[in-house]
């Protein structure tokens, strides 16, 4: 391994250097940050929507047939009643108001009819806003506190549940072991095609010769692998650090659920196996991917293979439910238990906590032999495909030779 | 000068699929020695140069340099440039020559040292920063001779090093091996210029039919073919071929 601190280094910092890989690596928390903006800016309250009504001083005629909206709520929001459905609409359609509300007499069969001018995409849903706000905040003008409470769903409830003696809650225990399958997921979604084409460039270089006369293909390949995992962490913590910072600065306002991270139950021992599982599957399906990229002559022709080794990948995610539902059928066995099929249905059972010891101690160790194999078969096929520059190696080479 | 043997190739035999190409090749190339390795296309020189360095498995036969077979660990320093030419396209001059002048087992520094030493010397110190794509095709074969040579090799091996080198830069590139010859080294060329052969090469081999079909001194095997020139000996034992253009 002579030589395998160059390669990582001069693999590393070319990829660095690279505008796509950080294109890459911003461009998912970008697109994040930007959701949460939008939810963020839309997450408004409905009695803000009124207060917004009063700012924004649009017109407004309501007829209520319903008789349950206050009188006075709308005199503070200045509108206007009519008992005249149709001169309502006309009234929205000639401009003489902005909006106008009909509220039908049997709310339980007939919906709330809206209309409005139309003041863009986005804005537009403000004649709804103030229509469900001043029902709403006129019925619980009518019913005390708790009643209202009880009514729009608001009563908190606390469940504990028990493991034997022992607190239990599967939600937040899932929490942090299921981090390597979210990790594991996008790091190959981000970083598979990447992996594919890492050594076919040596090919189309036309470099190949120089390299194998210098350095161990067996260095080279091992080097890649080391570089590409670890830009891959770098991918991770690029999306991980911000998502995190975001939700502990901004969860109240994007109303995301609220959790005490620090309470968060750590349970060692399934961190321990998700994260040698994700390792494990990690460094096979990272020497899959060079072993492919090794075998054929160009990058074009290795982005064909990308959905195959996607399919393989996250196929199993299709059968998640069986997973949680019945861990102990064959079917689910069988995917746990094949080493292309592994990772996810592994990562899966073990955040849900359905993993059984006799899987761990045969499923690591089947998916480690695998790596070790596709590790050996990749370097052995850039070896011997060296300096195959224009055609793809066969099944038959790659084993005989 | 000790005129052992560096390179010594016994009974080489290399057959792709149910092709042969080498049939049975012998020779030796001595320590300190330009050695000329002629032939027509598709002749066996290149698979022979790939065998010697491992790039690929003889069917069978030994091909030793200094004594053993190979390998990227051992001990000689080898500078070889391929006939297939190419290196990193999107990294910068600088980059690449640093990167394998480590490879090579030189420091960052001494490598960065070398690297801009030759780039002065064949006057590109400009292009040290610049990417190699955005370099004329001849800008770029110097600089893949420049990492074949950086590190002072014992051993050079040249795949048609002339191949798409102008007069001027051919010149310059001549001058380079005259330089590795005095001090020492050994150069391996293989080539179809018969001039460059009679200018550097001490002994040649001529390869026809996968086998050793002359060897010897440019002397000695002038006169196995009635003193002419090596362009007329080519000639006589090439011209009756159908020369391809295929892999040699």
Not at chain 1, 208 to 215: F, G, K, P, V
Request: hydrophobic fraction near 45%; glycine fraction near 8%.
């Amino acid at each position: 391994m002579h030589n395998l601190g160059t390669v990582i280094r001069f693999e590393i910092t070319r990829a660095l250097k690279k505008k796509s890989f950080w294109i890459m690596a911003l461009g998912f928390p970008i697109m994040l940050a930007a959701i949460f903006g939008i939810v963020f800016l839309s997450n408004k309250t409905t009695d803000q929507a009124v207060k917004d009504l009063e700012k924004q001083k649009f017109s407004l005629q309501v007829t209520d047939e319903s008789t349950l909206v206050n009188p006075a709520l709308l005199t503070a929001v200045k509108a206007t009643t009519i008992t005249n459905k149709q001169q309502g609409i006309d009234n929205v359609k000639n401009g003489t108001v902005d909006g106008y509300i009909y509220y039908p007499a049997d709310l339980t069969k007939q919906p709330i009819e809206v209309y409005g001018k139309d003041v863009g995409m986005f804005d537009n849903g403000r004649y709804e806003g103030v229509a469900r706000a001043l029902l709403l905040n006129s019925v619980q003008s009518t019913v005390s506190p708790q009643v209202s409470s009880v009514i729009q769903g608001n009563t908190p409830t606390n469940l504990t549940t028990y493991r034997g003696s022992e607190v239990y809650d599967p939600l937040k225990q899932m929490i942090i072991p299921g981090i390597f399958l979210v990790l594991f997921y996008m790091l190959i979604a981000f970083f598979g095609n990447q992996m594919l084409v890492s050594t076919t460039e040596e090919k189309e270089n036309r470099v190949i010769e120089m390299i194998l006369t210098t350095i161990e293909a067996r260095t080279l390949i091992i080097g890649k692998i080391i570089s590409l995992i670890s830009l891959a962490f770098l991918q991770g913590l690029v999306i991980i650090v911000p998502a995190l910072v975001g939700y502990l600065l901004f969860h109240e306002q994007l109303s995301l659920p609220s959790f005490d991270l620090t309470s968060l139950p750590v349970d060692w021992g399934r961190i321990g196996v998700g994260a040698l599982i994700f390792a494990t599957s990690f460094i096979l399906f990272t020497g899959l991917l060079v072993l492919i990229g090794s075998s054929v002559p160009t990058a074009k022709e290795a982005g064909g293979f990308i959905g195959i080794i996607m399919m393989l990948i996250f196929g199993p995610l299709y059968a998640a439910p069986l997973f949680i539902s019945q861990p102990d059928s064959p079917f689910v066995h069988f995917l746990s238990l094949f080493p292309f099929t592994a990772p996810i249905p592994l990562l899966l059972r073990n955040a849900v906590g359905n993993l059984q010891s006799w899987e761990i101690m045969l499923a690591i160790p089947i998916i480690l032999v695998s790596a070790v194999i596709v590790l050996n078969l990749a370097v052995r096929v850039f070896r011997f495909g060296a300096l195959e520059y224009s055609r793809k190696l066969s099944l038959k080479e790659i084993f005989g030779k | 000068m000790t005129m052992t043997n560096i390179i010594s190739i016994k009974n080489f035999r290399m057959q792709f699929g149910k092709a042969t190409v080498i049939k049975d090749l012998s020779f030796d190339v001595k320590r300190g020695e330009t050695f000329g390795f002629l032939g027509s296309n598709g002749s066996g020189k290149t698979t022979t140069i790939r065998a010697l360095l491992g790039i690929y498995q003889p069917t069978s036969g030994d091909l030793l340099i200094d004594g053993k077979p190979y390998t990227v660990s051992g001990d000689i320093k080898l500078g070889y440039l391929p006939e297939e030419r190419g290196l990193y396209k999107k990294e910068s001059v600088l980059d690449i020559m640093t990167y394998f002048g480590q490879l090579k087992g030189m420091s960052r520094a001494d490598a960065r040292k070398a690297s801009l030493a030759y780039l002065r010397r064949v006057k590109l110190e400009d292009k040290a920063t610049t990417r190699l794509d955005k370099l004329s095709g001849g800008q770029q074969q110097k600089i893949q001779l420049g990492i074949t040579i950086m590190d002072d090799p014992e051993l050079l091996i040249l795949d048609e090093p002339t191949k798409g080198f102008d007069p001027v830069n051919r010149k310059l590139l001549m001058d380079i091996i005259e330089e590795h010859q005095a001090k020492g080294a050994t150069v391996v060329m293989v080539t179809h210029q018969m001039e460059e052969v009679e200018r550097l090469c001490d002994r040649i081999i001529l390869l026809k039919d996968g086998k050793a079909h002359a060897y010897g001194t440019i002397a000695e095997v002038k006169k196995k073919f009635g003193n002419k020139s090596l362009d007329d000996i080519f000639l006589k034992v090439y011209g009756d071929e159908n020369a391809t253009e295929e892999e040699d």
